[in-house]
């Protein structure tokens, strides 16, 4: 039984507390495109972006990850993704035409990982958005590139998306344990990527600006600002991926990555770059140390029915205690690291 | 009969007539990394390059393109190739692995356009040379992005390549006229592009670089060393693409442009964006108007047999004489716009 | 006699015949910040300004320069500078505290080569918007940098800015003739230059902006509105001064320079840089050849009373005739070089 | 009695242990030209300077500064800064011409806060390689541009150097007491500072590079070469200048910040810009902490006589312990602050 046919990453649902702040984070702050709203819900693409959204922000009692989404590429890839996962033992369900502004008749799975995954084809098409330089401001986003999940066991996280028909550019490992893992479908370094700690929960949306000085921009700005709490880690170079980042955190926690450079992944036979977890350069390629949170903190996410999945504890040696930054010793701040936040 | 499972452009090899002034040109200015090389023949990759060449150089009597040369998903898409051509009343040819090094079997094909094309599938995997930035200089090749081909009917060569599974990205037309046209394989704006014009010749080779200050870079080097006679147009922003960019043109006239930005177009049903012919800023966004050179010199093309083919005069009407560029009035220099060089 | 102790240009009043296009030109497209305005008159300041203003845009019947204004060390410098200009027979007037929004008291002069030059000591302190990256949109001005004036007698220009403490930076220049001079009071390649031409003239406006990146952007803001007809020329690097730039016109043809980059020339003893003027990269250091209306096209300029200044005939050999940019075929575009426009 | 008419700080001399080693560091990484070099000397200027030198490395025993250097505006500036700083009860030496290799006659004193310092005027002038694009690269280091000193009463320091004539741009500080200064006579932010420590000793020497991007080049260029552990603090932008920076450790552990963007700060009456010890931008903009070490470490200096200065202890409040940074409660890494390394 063959998989369906994924495309790309396409976007994400959030559960926001306060829709007017994120608005103002996400689109007056970051510079993402509205593309609809209303009084709950606002719908969001990047300047590139011509399909309807690349993130939806849904007004809620408490921060969560409703759902990922992927754009399959046939209509028949739709009830393929839904027999193949129903074959895991997954449950699913059918959303018609306009379940979500834009976006055509879908399926919904509580996929293996314990993540809700949304399969569609039928996308509205949007007014190109990608040479309206007047319009840009912020961190310039312009497509959204990937998400990076929260998992367990990343071995069975790399299986199942393997299984799903995902390459792989990049992990970070040792001769035992692999501590990550980034799995693609269209040719860039990811759509997927997996970070061990306890889950599932969503670790962070990834968004494709297109120079450093743009990623540099959005770190100004929140300094000028006095924002710059929203900061997190970076802005600095993937040693994986070789792209340049900063990451950010929403009014709710919601981490965000603004992310450029990346490279092609489109021929067969394409090999992994294996980096081992105490190189130091592997995270950041300038060699400053990870921060604790950016390994403990992350989103929650919903099941089918709106309730939030357990989060179970970390099932394998974490890369927080036994990386190259140098947290082995500072022990405290990461006691949590197995535990939700 | 499905035409072969083309992945994306790979190479080129070019007749250079002073190999050792070439080398200089390619390798010392404009930083490709050189794989391998003997006393007639240099092989070259950008620095994202996993294969082992996009370039080859190769000593001649005369400047001339070789062959274009694609890689295929499979082995079996070379006899499928081969078939596929054959059915076109195209003469082709077998080459065992070797023949080319670092490449392995190949099929090569005279196409309808009149280029020579080879296709083939295995390669030699090549150190990854991305992330030694200690190494890079000049413009910073990363991959070879694309061929652009002068050919005296438009809509006949985006005939033939659709027929071969290309996309479209982009044109430049009116009502009547197809001037320009931009099809992809991989998921970027193209592989291979079309210029109306006295063909079959080779109009430009281009290649990525990762950000715009990297295409500043060579035209500051130019000017640095008093060879700015090499650049011959820009840089710029391209409106058909949003690619920056800058043409240069190596010692034997061979052009090539360091080229970045572009956009993804891998989804199902991308839509064609369609730019008239008289908008200033199809070609230069910033409307700076193309330079005659650029319409009317390219490189003549091999056979099979190694012989130049013949150039046909163009067959539709020249946007170098109703494009925007203003070149209506100043006839004279354009007078040879549909004869060879 | 002692000259005025000139630190800088400080900023320029310019007549336009449209005050509310003027101020979608400078301040929405441009990002110009208002310090001050009313129906007639808008005062703008670039982010790094800490005086009131370094533009005056004032609403008028016909498009004109109606002073250069020069910031002094000391409130004496006034009355030496207006001492020192009525020695060399120039008509001076005086003008009381707040006759220009934000300016102390000032001595405004006809000065030899028929510009109006204002000189104050004393300014309003703005709010600092350096660090604003939240208000920051089109070229970022961040503060004036030069005047660049047409004169009809280069050197005549040269000696009378020497006499008031002008360094030279550069120069362009053969034998026989000075084509253009770059001199500073301040410690950067220049404050005011001098262009062969049909004159008193004022060729353009320089102003800062902090990188290329940014000089790139509104060319790109230009291209997305479909305004591209207000770039001129460019961009491009300059042999002279190493300044990478954009040359704009407003919509009431006064042309505006965006450049970046510049270097310290605060040294005592500091070597003059002439170029050749056969020297293709000396205003254009890619080789892009300069365009016919860059070296026609100019500001006309006002006397004390507010009267327009007869412009009269270059008097030396034109570098649009003898200069590296291919001109000398193409004469009929020129004829007009050594005409007011 | 005057002070000497000091243009601007000019250059640093640095004992260095490997001089193999320093000049692979200084030369090959950073890009560094040299001017002129002998077995145990090496000199090196940016590529904007045009005097002979910005840096001296000197083989030795251990690692050490030797003397900074200012540059003054006439020869008699020589004779008048030998006299004020003997008026103040500083021993004075003079040295003949070619003393060090390009540089005219000097005199050097050691100065009240416990530095060697030499003033000199004459120098030889160089070839320009501003624009020898062609040879640039790592950091692209243009010129010096500032001293930064550890000194035990940066108040004390500040009334030194208000005294020599310089201008002071921005400060760090609350009710009580002045933390760091920046201080200028050229017109920029600085041409020496002043962190609180114990001290004398350098803290780092800044150099000027054109763009950001050439910030983040050395940082990938360190990556690339697993030479990371140079990297100290940074990329970032510092609140304090506007300057985008990194700090590296030279192989003796001299630290050197590259660093651009900076301000004009020449126009008579600047206004000081102060910021609060307690805002987490003062020294880096997107809110990232300083590290430890930054504030712990730095190098010894000698006396005339080639003696080691004694280090005292720091005489007021600590920034590393009142700051924004968070080191407040992990007092451990910190316990060593007020000692010599």
Known sequence: MPPPDIVRAAYASLRVTDIARARWFWVD?????????????????????????????????????????????APEDLARGAAWFERRGCRTRWFPRGTTEGIGESVRVEDPLGFTVELFHEASRMERLMQRYDLRRGAEPARIDHFNLVVPDVRRAFDH???????????????????????????????????GGAGPRLHHLGFFTPESHNVQ??????????????????????????????????????????????????????????WGVDDPRRRDFYGNDVIPS??????????????????????????????????????????????AK
């Not at 593309?35 to 969001?44: F, G, K, R």
Request: overall charge negative.
């Open 29 to 73: 702050l970051l510079g993402f495109n509205v593309s609809d709203e209303d009084a709950t819900t606002v719908y969001l693409r990047g300047s590139d972006e011509l399909i309807h959204h690349n993130l939806v922000l849904r007004a809620g009692e408490a921060p969560a990850l409703e759902y990922l989404s992927y754009r399959v590429r």
């Open 161 to 195: 998306y393997r299984s799903l028909g995902f390459g792989c550019s990049e992990t970070i490992e040792d001769d035992s344990t692999l501590y990550a893992a980034w799995m693609f479908r269209k040719q860039t370094v990811h759509d997927v990527a997996f970070t």
């Open 217 to 274: 921009r959005i770190c100004d700005v929140l300094g000028a600002l006095h924002e710059e709490g929203h900061r997190e880690r970076g802005p600095g170079r993937h040693g994986v991926s070789n792209a340049f980042y900063v990451y950010l955190r929403d009014p709710d926690g919601h981490r965000v990555e603004i992310y450029t450079s990346d490279y092609y992944t489109g021929d067969p036979g394409l090999e992994t770059l294996r």
């Open 294 to 339: 950016w390994y403990t903190e992350a989103t929650v996410v919903l099941d089918l029915d709106g309730a939030v999945r357990p989060v179970g504890d970390i099932r394998q040696i974490s890369e927080a205690r036994v990386g190259a930054d140098g947290f082995a010793a500072a022990a405290s701040p990461l006691e949590s690291a197995g535990s």
